[in-house]
DNA sequence: TATTTATTTGCAAATTTGTTGCAATTTTAT
DNA sequence: ATAAAATTGCAACAAATTTGCAAATAAATA
């Protein structure tokens, strides 16, 4: 489907010093087809054609190699390829169907992150803003909008 | 030490229908001289003085009744108290040193967070915003400022 | 392409993290 | 001080994550 990606994908891992191999591309094509989604929706969607330990693994490899990376969702997190594949954005959760709006338009937090960073001398290698609240279609069954 | 913090731990708890235990004022203690910590470690803190599930019960009360909120790291969490006690802020992390900074200059963010929710029609709960990179005396050693 | 070498996988067992039921203890209300 | 209600500790359980190692697969070489 997505021709670059996989050459990406492949790529890096040839970089790195690592072999292509059927359980990591089939990692990477579930991360491609339902982005953010936890472990055990990823180990599910993958059974019988991965075991479990495997799949923990790939995932380490991935995020060493910028492939993955470990979104918090409050206190769990989900995985969804990096910026690399999808660009930098920022994630909107809802509180009560668990949907993950992305958000692109972050110009003023990248300004706010490079004044912070430089107040604090601090050196920012990355940033994630994460929004809970109530979506839409929620917000209209139980949460009418008082503001 | 903290008359106030008592109180306001105190009042909550009360006001909810709780009682005020030993081991309720020993987490809080924790939280309030350690700030940001590991499950683990607030745990490894007050071995021998309380268990393992009540330590889970009391966190689980805690954040029910706002005392206490998770600090989405990367994708551990930690545990600090909440905005209620500190007031509201976002960190900074070090990637080598774990210190976790407070950030309060979030003047701006809230401005970003108001007109994002808008434009996604979302009502916004909550927002955290998290940086990561190399602290001060992290970067003097290992991570020379480039920028 | 066949073979050798190096890497990766699956499996089983271990560890770590979080949860639950219930009797004993502590707190609150009387 | 006593009774009633709430909370704790303990032990067992369940879920999430990690590890060692032999078997299988991918990469390198001939």
């Given at each position: 489907m997505?021709?670059?990606s996989?050459?990406?994908?492949?790529?890096t891992?040839?970089l790195?010093g690592?072999s292509?191999?059927?359980?990591?591309r089939?990692?990477?094509?579930?991360?491609l087809k339902?982005?953010?989604q936890?472990?055990?929706e990823?180990?599910e969607?993958?059974?019988?054609?991965l075991?479990?330990?495997?799949?923990?693994r790939i995932?380490?490899?991935?995020e060493?190699?910028?492939?993955?990376?470990?979104?918090?969702?409050?206190?769990?997190?989900?995985?969804?390829?990096?910026?690399?594949?999808?660009?930098?954005h920022?994630?909107?959760?809802c509180?009560?169907c668990?949907?993950v709006?992305?958000?692109k338009?972050?110009?003023?937090?990248?300004?706010?992150?490079?004044?912070?960073?430089?107040k604090?001398?601090?050196s920012?290698?990355?940033?994630?803003?994460?929004?809970?609240g109530?979506?839409?279609?929620?917000?209209e069954?139980?949460?009418?909008?008082?503001?």
């Amino acid at each position: 489907m997505n021709y670059d990606s996989y050459e990406l994908l492949e790529n890096t891992l040839r970089l790195g010093g690592y072999s292509v191999t059927k359980q990591r591309r089939l990692v990477f094509e579930l991360l491609l087809k339902h982005e953010p989604q936890a472990m055990h929706e990823l180990y599910e969607r993958s059974i019988g054609r991965l075991d479990r330990a495997s799949l923990y693994r790939i995932i380490a490899l991935f995020e060493r190699l910028g492939i993955v990376q470990k979104l918090s969702m409050g206190w769990k997190y989900k995985l969804e390829l990096s910026d690399m594949f999808t660009g930098h954005h920022h994630h909107i959760t809802c509180l009560k169907c668990g949907r993950v709006i992305p958000i692109k338009e972050d110009l003023s937090i990248e300004r706010f992150i490079t004044s912070i960073a430089q107040k604090h001398r601090v050196s920012a290698v990355k940033h994630q803003l994460e929004i809970q609240g109530y979506c839409n279609s929620c917000r209209e069954h139980d949460h009418p909008l008082t503001v």
